[in-house]
């Protein structure tokens, strides 16, 4: 079975800061991988998805990057934290037919 | 923007009772699936009922879908205190969900022991 592996569990930074969120995926090959952040009491909200190594796609204009330098890698980035970035920011990944299966998430604090 | 709009925002029952949660959306979908979220932690699959389905059951968990009002209910038979936490249907589009699936808001289902 699938197994998403998120660190850190809780970030504070100061605005101004670059970021790094790490993904890595075990016990599938070629997944789809997601991030999405979640506000205090909202739903989740898709910030981007990758099909394949180096492949992007962005859901919505913001100040966050993401990469997948490796197939079960997604790398979630900012050159410059906003107070806007606070969040709780989840992995999550499809393969071989099965539902999306998510992470344990990085509590974002941006002081 | 949201798809899906989960019902009630909040829910509190007694241990024992039957708690029913209901999801509405708006586009057509391939899919929908039921989450829970512990507070803090992240989302753990619940069940998923594809669109030529109407009900589907897992253990204590009954879904419902109906495509022509474009709605969900999730219920959760004899609910147990560990039983609290937040529930979140997603749906996904025509294409399977590859690119993303879309959530409500949310309800936050607390069982009084």
């Known amino acids: 079975s699938q197994t998403i592996h998120q660190w850190p569990a809780t970030l504070v930074q100061p605005v101004g800061s670059p970021l790094s969120l790490e993904c890595t995926v075990e016990g599938t090959s070629n997944p789809n991988l997601y991030w999405y952040r979640q506000a205090a009491g909202r739903g989740l909200q898709l910030l981007f998805y990758?099909?394949?190594?180096?492949?992007i796609s962005s859901e919505v204009p913001q100040n966050l990057s993401a990469s997948r330098p490796q197939d079960r890698q997604f790398i979630l980035s900012s050159k410059k934290l906003l107070l806007s970035d606070s969040g709780f920011y989840l992995c999550?990944?499809?393969?071989?037919?099965?539902?999306?299966?998510f992470g344990d998430g990085t509590r974002l604090s941006i002081l | 923007s949201q798809q899906g709009e989960e019902d009630p925002q909040a829910l509190s029952i007694q241990e024992g009772e039957n708690a029913t949660m209901n999801c509405s959306y708006k586009t057509s979908i391939n899919n929908l699936q039921w989450y829970r979220q512990n507070s803090g932690r992240g989302l753990v699959h619940l069940i998923l009922i594809r669109s030529n389905e109407r009900e589907k059951h897992s253990g204590r968990l009954r879904v419902t879908l109906d495509t022509s009002k474009k709605s969900s209910s999730l219920l959760i038979t004899a609910s147990r205190a560990a039983d609290t936490a937040s529930y979140f249907c997603a749906t996904d589009g025509p294409g399977g969900g590859a690119d993303g699936l879309t959530f409500g808001k949310g309800t936050h289902l607390i069982i009084q022991p």
């Open positions: 990758s099909v394949g190594i180096g492949q």
């Open positions: 999550a990944c499809t393969g071989g037919n099965q539902p999306q299966h």
